[in-house]
């Protein structure tokens, strides 16, 4: 890895009268300095990943600073560069994080989503669940990713909605299969913890009563803990690196989808206009290279007839 790149992640929730301005003034400050990446601006405030040169990645970061809303924006800081994203993409959407109800965020003083969960340290998240496990109420950890990215990694014992885009989480929380949970403590787990800012809000307004999230997400906790703490696995991410470990020697609890050998490789279909991802190990994927998931396959023999 080159010592001189880095990739930034972050997500800032800020109020934005013109969001549309914001993402031209990142757009043209990610062109001069070099950086690639994803940013999505709404009138919410900020979330992106960019990469490239060590100096213009924290220049970048302090020109962002440097806008009134973004002063208190906090990153993290992952290996990589802008070779990991093939272009860079700034885009100005109606949320963050499109679980398609905007209308149930609001950010409040300070730039806190109101009625987000209590958040949790790494430390605070061990210390909740051995205390509730030796009160006899265990905690339950509740993915608040897309399905397929708990492949490969996840809590220990944790649920894992039936999603496969973050829009399905309406339907999921609103289908009655974890009503048992609304009066039971729950830890929501995401990537970098955005997700969760927004997940708990709609659990919230749906009845769950005890809610908490991980303070700077998975990425954090592992940074704390590595795979020496309660997850267990490796990290999906959404760029060339397809996936983050916290250690040499990670879990492999991935499954490969043709011979079930164990793999932490996620791959997509090969068909270009297809972005599902499965667990295929490299035996598998260097005898077929060419393999297209199930629905396409379906979709072609279709055709066919």
């Known amino acids: 890895m080159n010592p001189q790149t880095k990739i930034a992640l972050y997500y800032h929730f800020a109020p934005i009268d013109d969001p549309q301005a914001v993402a031209l003034w990142q757009k043209e400050l990610c062109k001069r300095l070099g950086l ?6 709404a009138e919410h405030g900020i979330n992106g990943t960019v990469g490239g040169n060590i100096r213009a990645v924290k ?3 302090k020109l962002t600073r440097g806008y009134e809303g973004f002063k208190d924006l906090e990153v993290k800081w992952s290996e990589g560069s802008h070779a990991d994203f093939p272009r860079l993409s700034v885009k100005v959407k109606p949320e963050l994080v499109a679980f398609d109800r905007p209308e149930e965020i609001q950010v409040a003083e300070g730039n806190q989503v109101l009625g987000t969960a209590t958040h949790l340290s790494p430390q605070e998240v061990n210390d909740l669940v051995a205390q509730r496990e030796a009160e006899g109420n265990p905690v339950t950890f509740f993915d608040g990713r897309n399905a397929f990215e708990a492949q490969i990694g996840k809590f220990q014992n944790a649920v894992v909605p039936d999603t496969t885009t973050t829009r399905d989480f309406i339907a999921e929380l609103e289908s009655g299969k974890y009503d048992h949970l609304k009066d039971q403590p729950i830890i929501t787990y995401c990537t970098g913890g955005i997700r ?4 708990t809000v709609l659990m919230a ?8 999230q991980i303070d700077g997400g998975i990425v954090r906790y592992g940074e704390a803990f590595g795979d020496d703490g309660l997850w267990e696995g490796s990290l999906y991410v959404f760029d060339e690196r397809m996936a ?6 990670p879990k492999v609890i991935g499954t490969c989808q043709l011979c079930e ?5 996620l791959r997509n279909c090969a068909d270009p206009g297809c972005k599902t991802l499965a667990v295929i190990c490299d035996s598998c994927h260097e005898q077929q290279p060419d393999r297209i998931c199930e629905t396409c396959a379906s979709h072609t023999a279709s055709t066919r007839k």
Do not use: K, Q
């Open 59 to 61: 220049e970048y970061v």
């Open 261 to 265: 050998a164990p793999s932490a490789e």
């Open 36 to 41: 690639t990446g994803r940013i999505i601006i």
């Open 196 to 199: 969760c800012e927004v997940l």
């Open 205 to 212: 307004n749906r009845g769950f009563n005890e809610l908490y």
């Open 244 to 249: 983050l470990n916290f250690s040499d020697t």
